[in-house]
């Protein structure tokens, strides 16, 4: 017997059918996102630039953690003006920011999936158990109700031949 055996079909159904629903909601805001950060999506991670730009880009981004600070934003497009990348600085800052977004929304959605998921799946495992352990109790009562009537109609059946033996002897 699997941990997700369950003798109730009409609940086993019940669950399949709140998985599907679940995975239908996360991939529905996965796709979302993908929608709004589509020209993000479908470009290069270097953006037209070269890979030797693009990982200079990198460098001095790392160097910084970017929490929004205004002042932290002016030393490092000054450092990368600096490096003489190409003109359109700010936009390939906008364009990695709105790729960093996209990548962290993903990360989110994906881990507060798993998250329901396994949640959704332990409380089946908690339901289909109860579903089992109810079904094997209401078996062996009714084997036990059987079990019990065919003593009975054996035990009278039994001493009807005995006294039907009793007379032809």
């Known amino acids: 017997m699997s941990f997700l055996d369950c003798p109730d079909a009409w609940l086993k159904s019940s669950v399949l059918h709140e998985f599907q629903e679940l995975d239908i909601m996360y991939s529905n805001h996965l796709r979302e996102v993908d929608d709004k950060y589509h020209d993000v999506i479908r470009n290069d991670e270097c953006d037209g630039w070269s890979r030797e730009n693009h990982e200079k880009f990198l460098t001095v981004m790392d160097m910084f953690s970017f929490n929004g600070n205004s002042n932290k934003r002016n030393l490092y497009m000054d450092l990368l003006r600096q490096l003489q990348l190409p003109s359109n600085l700010e936009e390939h800052e906008k364009r990695w920011l709105a790729r960093k977004q996209c990548q962290q929304l993903r990360k989110a959605i994906t881990t507060d999936w798993y998250r329901s998921k396994k ?5 089946a495992q908690a339901v289909f158990t109860e579903a089992c352990t109810s079904h094997k109790e209401n078996t062996k009562a009714c084997l036990g109700s059987i079990v019990e009537r065919t003593a009975t109609r054996n ?9 039907f033996c009793e007379r032809r002897s």
Do not use: D, E, F, Y
């Not at 949640?119 to 409380?123: E, F, G, I, S, T």
């Not at 035990?155 to 006294?163: P, V």
């Open 119 to 123: 949640a959704l799946l332990l409380k």
């Open 155 to 163: 035990s009278s059946s039994g001493k009807r031949i005995g006294r």
